[in-house]
């Protein structure tokens, strides 16, 4: 690739300046209308440093996280000489990133930044991980092409040991562009121009980057399924090896052997071994089992042999649990966790923040979210239209958090009960991938219970076929083919959106009932709203009667699920977001609007 740069001229968030640009050396947030505690004390030499991926976890790594030089060019400029400095994770939109710069469909974002490594690791290969990056993201490593990516929300990875020079400091260059809603790829919420339930996009390095050292074998990644019926746990391991002529094993080697070692409180409970690639099972008499009470967590360490030797080492952790259909004392069909009904609450759970969009602050900003939402007596939340870092299904594991995953939607967003649209086969690949992306990588989290494949009608197309799809790469979850509005019979739920009182469908025998929308009761705070002007589906004129009202839809919820047969209810929403001011908590998180006390009494029907 060319080292120049082409002084053209563009247009960025209305002002008009040169590709050049002037360098700033020193960070600080952008000017923003709302920031949260975590937002206002954020180390930018330090930021994320928590290791990304806690199911596959390695001793040795190094945090690409921090300042970055970046550029933002028209798409058809060469690479161009830094303008200033961005704060990766946070997207390019976001004030945390220091940028908050919109990046349209005609727009390029440069990033680059240096990096040593380590004297120890002169004899390993070296892989690149990214958590995320929005939307097509390229890398070189030192003027070498790495790996080309498409996607918003999935990890991705290279080995990037074939492409180092010889020098002791390596340089980094990553290119991202992203068509935000002018393209049809999944994007979820995310628009050029926000306002109503449309918000800000996050465009470029939006989650952790990451190096981590490995031998010429490793685990690629893992394949956990629990059968709580049978009292056992299969581990699959995958291997991964370098490819080129130096040093690397040959393509036609057996598989290497793979050990599996269950522990309960580091004290072991069952051993295995086996060849990579095929599935261990070790037993699991008398366990412990997941739930949102008890989410208790079983350790994992695991060991891949290769030619008598151990090649590499990473620890998981995994929950005895069991999801399904069943039928209930009452005649219903219920959604059943661990053979027995639980009444599944919870919230829409949007995942934006004033500061950095899609990133949170921290990861403590991440866990207040989930903590908050477990004292106000959720047992459950609803992702919506996005998919987070791996570090969030982490915590909802650890924490007793169920977890509906939502599909990012794309293409064309329709509504209303209308006929399954058309999609080329390339806007049906990119959903696809990811939604095939979405449920591999985060397979292995007890806490995921459902996967959502569409919302309402958006984006909606051959929602069987897509359906039956996922039904066949996960047997072990249940899936909710379209949440509201537009349902075509398929899938284990029949899931309605009502605004603002609760509804419930009528009962079924095949499918169970939820009311996966609702609420909305919206109610801006003074001096904690993202605009002036902002909305809710109901406007509440102060906290006392947004509790009145809350606790009157709960005394509705609680007796459609003990007179109609309803599994799970969604309140609309966790936090306000942006002009929406429905959320539980204000959108900086520093107002708890109804007290979480007061929301977990109104559930339980426990009125004072």
Not at 46 to 57: A, I, K, N, S, V
Not at 140 to 148: E, G
Not at 372 to 392: A, D, I, P, Q, S
Not at 479 to 487: F, L, R
Request: glycine share 8%.
């Amino acid at each position: 690739m060319k080292s120049l740069f082409i002084p053209v001229l563009f247009v960025t968030a209305g002002v008009m300046t040169f590709c050049t640009g002037e360098k700033e050396t020193v960070w600080k947030p952008a000017e923003n209308p709302l920031l949260t505690v975590w937002g206002e004390s954020i180390d930018p030499a330090m930021p994320w440093p928590e290791y990304p991926r806690p199911g596959l976890e390695r001793a040795e790594w190094m945090s690409l996280n921090g300042l970055w030089y970046y550029s933002i060019c028209p798409k058809e400029a060469d690479r161009p000489e830094p303008q200033g400095k961005i704060l990766v994770p946070y997207p390019a939109e976001s004030a945390l990133s220091g940028v908050k710069a919109r990046i349209t469909d005609s727009l390029a974002l440069w990033y680059s930044r240096e990096f040593t490594i380590p004297r120890r690791w002169k004899e390993k290969q070296l892989i690149l991980n990214f958590e995320a990056s929005d939307w097509e993201t390229t890398v070189w490593i030192d003027d070498n092409f790495a790996v080309s990516h498409r996607g918003g929300y999935d990890p991705f990875s290279c080995n990037i040991t074939p492409f180092l020079a010889g020098s002791k400091v390596h340089r980094i260059v990553v290119r991202v562009t992203d068509p935000s809603d002018r393209g049809r790829q999944p994007r979820g919420k995310q628009v050029l121009k926000p306002g109503g339930i449309w918000y800000t996009p996050s465009s470029g390095i939006w989650q952790s980057v990451w190096l981590e050292p490995v031998d010429k074998t490793w685990i690629g990644d893992l394949r956990i399924v629990p059968d709580i019926d049978n009292g056992h746990l299969r581990v699959t391991v995958m291997e991964e090896r370098c490819q080129g002529p130096e040093g690397c094993p040959p393509v036609d080697m057996a598989p290497s052997l793979a050990e599996v070692t269950l522990l309960m409180d580091g004290q072991t409970v069952a051993v295995t071994s086996g060849l990579t690639g095929t599935a261990l099972t070790l037993p699991v008499p008398d366990a412990r089992l997941w739930s949102p009470e008890d989410p208790f967590l079983y350790d994992l360490h695991v060991r891949l042999i290769t030619g008598g030797m151990v090649a590499d080492e990473v620890k998981s952790y995994a929950g005895m649990r069991k999801i399904s259909l069943g039928t209930g004392d009452d005649g219903f069909t219920r959604i059943m966790l661990n053979n027995k009904f639980v009444w599944q609450n919870g919230p829409l759970d949007q995942g934006f923040w004033p500061d950095g969009l899609y990133t949170p602050p921290s990861d403590e900003a991440m866990k207040y979210d989930i903590e908050m939402l477990k004292k106000m007596g959720f047992n459950m939340l609803r992702k919506h239209v996005k998919v987070e870092n791996r570090r969030f299904y982490y915590h909802t594991d650890r924490m007793g958090m169920l977890v509906w995953q939502d599909m990012p939607s794309g293409d064309d967003y329709i509504w209303g009960d209308m006929p399954d649209i058309s999609k080329s086969s390339s806007d049906s690949s990119l959903f696809m991938t990811e939604l095939t992306r979405m449920i591999e990588t985060k397979f292995n989290n007890p806490s995921i219970v459902m996967w959502v494949v569409y919302n309402e009608g958006w984006g909606q197309y051959d929602t069987p076929g897509v359906t039956r799809y996922v039904m066949a790469l996960d047997t072990t979850r249940l899936v909710n083919s379209a949440s509201g509005w537009t349902d075509r019979g398929t899938g284990h739920i029949l899931d309605i959106h009502h605004y603002p009182d609760p509804v419930a469908p009528k009962a079924g025998k095949e499918r169970a009932i939820v009311l996966g929308e609702f609420g909305g009761l919206g109610l801006p705070v003074q001096g904690h709203t993202w605009e002036q002007k902002n909305w809710g589906y109901e406007k509440m004129g102060d906290s006392t009667a947004l509790l009145r009202k809350y606790e009157d839809f709960y005394v509705l919820i609680r007796q459609m699920v003990a007179e109609k047969g309803l599994s799970a209810s969604v309140y609309t929403q966790t936090t306000d977001v942006e002009t929406e001011t429905n959320g539980l908590m204000t959108y900086d998180r520093k107002v708890d609007k109804m007290g979480y006390e007061n929301v977990k009494r109104a559930m339980t029907g426990n009125r004072q």
